[in-house]
């Protein structure tokens, strides 16, 4: 067994990598502030291997005995999150990952760092694959995000070079699954949440941008599994399938037996045209690719809604 830290572990993917882990018969460490993540995500593993520190991983992160692996997972990861708390996302990228991965070369343990396509910009490469630089506006309002998680995976390979840490870097594309907050701002929850109101659903433009919707445990396994491997090199974690947020819009209208309109509104600065992992890398390194339906996981995706719905429901009745 090993003993793993997760840093934002309360949050969306954070939390289904905590009880992934903890299937597999590891003993797991959560430490989170709570400034996105929230405590309903990991209630359910309080009874097993686990265990639960408040705290900003901005200060210096102490952890008792060994630990084995460090998963540095805490950001703020939606535009709303990131442009209402700018400063805490450069922080968390930049002193976040320093202690982290401080944490790390004290215990010997493997670094995994969680970047993301953002990485990339609005990319004028496509798909993307891990060579490409970027096309990034560093000083845009989604700058303090893309940036931040630059900034991470320069810090993560010096770490490596220089110390000679063993590291991880996954550059994770757009994932969606139970856990996520209703109102974070991001495509999949907004549409789901106003398709259950039968509100309209709002796209940004035209709808032609598309993106690449990767479902969470599809992403968990991929993670797991580079875990395992001697690769040092950023990694695209994603699903290739691309679609437009028009089409995507009319598919969660689909699965939700509903009719709504779509309505438009401006698209916001620096939002990117198109989005798509290339995961050659991926599947030559884990033998690994999605494998759930859009169509399954909107359905598991949606229950899950519904349900956070009914008991926000409960609560002011």
């Given at each position: ?284 390194l884990l033998g690994w690719e999605p494998k759930v339906s859009l169509e399954e996981g909107l359905k598991a995706t949606l229950e899950y809604f519904r349900q956070l719905e009914a008991a926000e429901a409960g609560k002011d009745a």
């Open positions: 067994m090993s003993r793993i830290v997760i840093t934002g572990g309360a949050g969306f993917i954070g939390s289904h990598l905590c009880e992934r882990l903890l299937d597999d018969g590891h003993e797991v460490i959560c430490v989170d502030n709570l400034l996105t993540g929230t405590t309903r995500n990991i209630a359910h593993l309080h009874n097993r291997d686990f265990l639960f520190i408040k705290h900003d991983v901005t200060n210096y992160i102490f952890i008792e005995g060994k630990v084995d692996a460090v998963l540095h997972f805490a950001s703020p990861a939606s535009p709303i999150d990131y442009l209402e708390y700018p400063i805490q996302t450069l922080k968390v990228g930049s002193l976040g990952t320093h202690k982290a991965l401080g944490l790390a070369k004290e215990k010997n343990a493997v670094f995994l760092l969680a970047s993301t396509s953002e990485v990339y910009g609005d990319p004028l490469e496509h798909p993307q694959t891990e060579a490409y630089w970027g096309n990034v506006n560093p000083v845009g309002p989604r700058g303090v995000y893309d940036e931040a998680k630059r900034f991470a995976e320069a810090m993560t390979m010096a770490y490596h070079r220089f110390h000679g840490l063993n590291t991880r870097i996954i550059r994770i594309f757009n994932t969606y699954g139970p856990r996520m907050r209703a109102r974070d701002g991001r495509v999949v929850p907004a549409f789901l949440s106003q398709a259950l109101n039968q509100e309209p659903l709002t796209i940004f433009g035209d709808g032609s941008q598309s993106r690449s919707f990767c479902y969470v445990s599809d992403l968990v396994e991929g993670i797991v599994r580079f875990l395992q491997q001697d690769y040092h090199e950023p990694l695209n974690l994603g699903n290739p399938a691309e679609i437009t947020i028009k089409q995507f819009a009319e598919k969660v209208l689909e699965v939700a037996s509903v009719k709504c309109e779509i309505v438009s509104r401006p698209l916001p600065v620096d939002d990117p045209k198109v989005r798509r992992p290339d995961i050659s890398k991926a599947r030559q």
